[in-house]
């Protein structure tokens, strides 16, 4: 098994809304990472957890808060959105942390948000 | 600065013909290399990887790409394109001492007519 599979495909939410993006793997990996995608752009990296523990915050907004409940399971809570926060959210899996695992991500195919 | 170029935004090709994408990157050693494909709406798929020896590498889908020392340069090759190559091709990196980040190219568009 060498899929990411990520819950929801598309997620329409209001400002006000709070919803979370889901993300599974069973591969083993112990690390997990989110990336956010704007049209024509490259993934901009978000998140990284490594056997379940933050490693890596971008700087990213307090209304995004991920969470790794275990080593297969990965989430990321919305709440308070803005519109400029549409885009794809896609999550990633790798062997772990160390400079060769590192490069060699295992993607989802996303999840599509947009915030009206 | 440490960095990762693609200068070609946007390439066309005719099935059948042969591809060369380039990258460059600016670093003081040798960074990992890696070729990444996104087909419109998916996610992202590795096709090769190179972190040393033999500086031609093979990937999936008959892609190939050759690293260039000299000229800071990982460039991507398929020899005959099929039209299911349309995509977004993405040339990324991990530089050492920066916390194993995957830092990713613009991209280059390729479309391919029939």
């Known amino acids: 098994d060498t899929e990411v599979t990520q819950t929801p495909k598309h997620l329409v939410m209001g400002m006000t809304n709070k919803k979370s993006l889901k993300c599974e793997q069973h591969m083993g990996h112990r690390a997990m990472y989110w990336y956010k995608q704007k049209a024509k752009k490259p993934p901009e990296l978000m998140f990284v957890?490594?056997?379940?523990?933050?490693?890596i915050n971008e700087s990213v907004p307090s209304r995004f808060s991920p969470e790794c409940p275990n080593s297969s399971l990965l989430n990321l809570h919305l709440h308070a959105l803005q519109p400029e926060d549409s885009a794809l959210y896609l999550c990633a899996s790798s062997h772990d942390r160390r400079q060769s695992s590192a490069g060699e991500l295992f993607f989802g195919e996303g999840s599509r948000l947009t915030v009206l | 600065a440490q960095s990762v170029t693609q200068p070609d935004i946007h390439i066309t090709v005719s099935e059948g013909a042969s591809l060369e994408l380039r990258c460059n990157y600016s670093y003081g050693a040798t960074p990992y290399l890696f070729w990444y494909v996104q087909s419109p709406g998916q996610g992202l798929q590795l096709l090769l990887k190179?972190?040393?020896?033999?500086?031609l590498v093979q990937g999936i889908k008959g892609f190939e790409a050759e690293f260039k020392r000299s000229q800071s340069s990982f460039n991507l090759r398929k020899p005959s394109v099929h039209w299911s190559d349309a995509a977004e091709y993405f040339c990324?990196?991990?530089?050492?001492?920066?916390?194993?980040?995957?830092?990713f190219g613009t991209g280059t568009q390729l479309k391919v007519e029939l």
């Open positions: 190179y972190f040393s020896g033999d500086t």
């Open positions: 990324a990196v991990v530089f050492t001492g920066g916390g194993n980040k995957l830092t």
């Open positions: 957890y490594s056997y379940e523990k933050l490693s």
